[in-house]
């Protein structure tokens, strides 16, 4: 098993662009949730997807959506780049919505984006 | 409002040494606690989860509830123990079958030989 993968792995953009990010959950996992990790905090909850609908968002602006397909992958898209939107986007894979499994919510290695 | 505060940002042992990671929680709810761990250059990675009561890499923490606490401990830490550790408390959404974690802001634990 590949476990979850994410793409890119970092990414520069300036100020103003739009950013997709993509991640593919553990094979039989049905919820991708987002989270945003800037350097010296911990994980901060951006949204969770389960069988394609959104179960949770968290505190961030509308430039912020998600989307997750058929096979479950998920798509995390910023618009409007701020300076502070700098920082590592990890996903997360899990069975259910608050269903965790044994495994908890397993986590790939993130995207590093950088705003400049 | 739901909260995990990890009150030292840095901490620092020598191998050998005990060490606990202070972990303090706001819930209301019964709550459902974690602790991962990131390595240098590694993914986070579960550690363990109160439920499952499992002692991992000899780790072992207690759910109180009374102190609203979930220390992570080891009684003899070892230079490959060197990580950055979070404690997250995981938040239900019942009605739509959603779920988040809640981290606290880490702890990083440096083990010098």
């Known amino acids: 098993d590949a476990g979850v993968t994410q793409s890119p792995t970092h990414l520069i953009k300036t100020r103003g662009q739009q950013v997709t990010l993509r991640c593919s959950p553990i094979?039989?996992?049905?919820?991708v949730s987002w989270y945003q990790q800037v350097l010296g905090q911990g994980p901060q909850f951006i949204f969770q997807?389960?069988?394609?609908?959104?179960?949770g968002r968290g505190n961030f602006p509308d430039r912020f959506s998600a989307r997750q397909f058929p096979n479950y992958s998920s798509e995390l898209n910023v618009n409007a780049l701020l300076l502070g939107d700098s920082a590592l986007y990890l996903c997360?894979?899990?069975?259910?919505?608050?269903?965790?499994?044994?495994?908890?919510?397993?986590f790939g290695s993130g995207t590093r984006l950088t705003v400049v | 409002a739901q909260r995990v505060t990890q009150p030292e940002k840095l901490l620092s042992v020598f191998k050998g040494a005990p060490v606990e990671l202070k972990c303090n929680y706001s819930?209301?709810?019964?709550?459902?606690l974690f602790w991962y761990v990131q390595y240098s250059r590694q993914r986070l990675q579960l550690l363990l989860r109160?439920?499952s009561r499992e002692s991992i890499k000899g780790f072992t923490a207690d759910l109180n509830k009374g102190e609203t606490s979930f220390h992570l401990k080891k009684p003899f830490a070892q230079e490959e123990d060197s990580a950055m550790y979070y404690c997250?408390?995981?938040?239900?959404?019942?009605?739509?079958?959603?779920?988040?974690?809640?981290f606290g802001q880490g702890t990083e634990l440096s083990v010098k030989p």
């Open positions: 997360a894979s899990s069975l259910g919505g608050h269903s965790m499994g044994p495994y908890g919510y397993t």
């Open positions: 094979s039989g996992h049905k919820s």
């Open positions: 997807y389960y069988e394609k609908e959104e179960r």
């Open positions: 819930y209301s709810g019964s709550p459902e």
């Open positions: 109160h439920i």
């Open positions: 997250a408390l995981k938040e239900i959404v019942a009605y739509n079958q959603g779920g988040k974690l809640i």
